[in-house]
């Protein structure tokens, strides 16, 4: 199947910085990218729908100027949690449409202290 | 709005014991159904997934996922459980942007 690679897997900040989180597709071009968010033994959550060349669409109660989505090509779209706070520590997996089906990167573990 | 149902949030099952895991779902047309395994700290991977055609859907690892348009339901199903099946596993529904159901963790006992 398709790969999604997603960077960095683990994530340590400090409170107050901004951390960048890559959500690459390898073998296939991904018009559509999805970022969710995972609690501790919760389920995910969709955040946005990140779309190549415009604007990202977000879910109701995601702050958009704090969670900034950039999809400037066709294989890779990026998430920037801005001033990150300790509420922030999270699960963040991102997805890639291929035609019906969508594969998930291995997500990424932030810690903000 | 579509949405996916897990009513169970966590099943003990034995060695070899046979397993299903329940989903209903709430979508407005033909839904794209899946089921994904997650184990701790991991992505997801996809066991199955059902779009049309055939109601039982053959998965990877000996899974298998049955339709059932009458009842909003797509039950997980396994005939043999081996230990390594201990993981989370997630409902999801959506042909574009997909919606999870809460999940279900499966504990095997030797």
């Known amino acids: 199947g398709a790969v999604v690679s997603q960077h960095p897997s683990r994530v340590i900040c400090k409170s107050g910085t901004s951390v960048k989180i890559e959500c690459r597709s390898l073998d296939f071009q991904a018009t559509t990218m999805f970022w969710y968010r995972q609690f501790p033994k919760q389920s995910l959550m969709l955040m946005a729908t990140?779309?190549?060349?415009?604007?990202?669409?977000?879910e109701q109660g995601v702050e958009k100027d704090k969670f900034l989505i950039n999809h400037a090509s066709l294989t890779l779209s990026t998430l920037t949690v801005t001033s990150a706070h300790p509420e922030d520590s999270s699960f963040y997996i991102c997805?890639?449409?291929?035609?019906?089906?969508?594969?998930f990167g291995q997500g990424t573990r932030l810690t903000v202290v | 709005a579509q949405s996916v149902t897990q009513p169970d949030i966590h099943i003990t099952v034995s060695e070899g014991a046979s397993l299903e895991l329940r989903c209903n779902y709430s979508?407005?047309?033909?839904?794209?159904l899946f089921w994904y395994v997650q184990s701790p700290g991991q992505g997801l991977q996809l066991l199955l997934k059902?779009?049309?055609?055939?109601?039982l859907v053959q998965g990877i690892k000996g899974f298998e996922a049955e339709f059932k348009r009458s009842q909003s339901s797509f039950n997980l199903r396994k005939p043999s459980v081996h230990w390594s099946d201990a993981a989370e596993y997630f409902c999801?529904?959506?042909?574009?942007?997909?919606?999870f159901g809460a999940g279900t963790r499966l504990t095997v006992k030797p």
């Open positions: 059902y779009f049309s055609g055939d109601t």
């Open positions: 990140s779309n190549e060349g415009s604007k990202a669409t977000y």
């Open positions: 999801a529904v959506g042909a574009n942007d997909m919606r």
């Open positions: 979508y407005g047309a033909t839904p794209y």
């Open positions: 997805s890639a449409k291929a035609a019906t089906e969508a594969f």
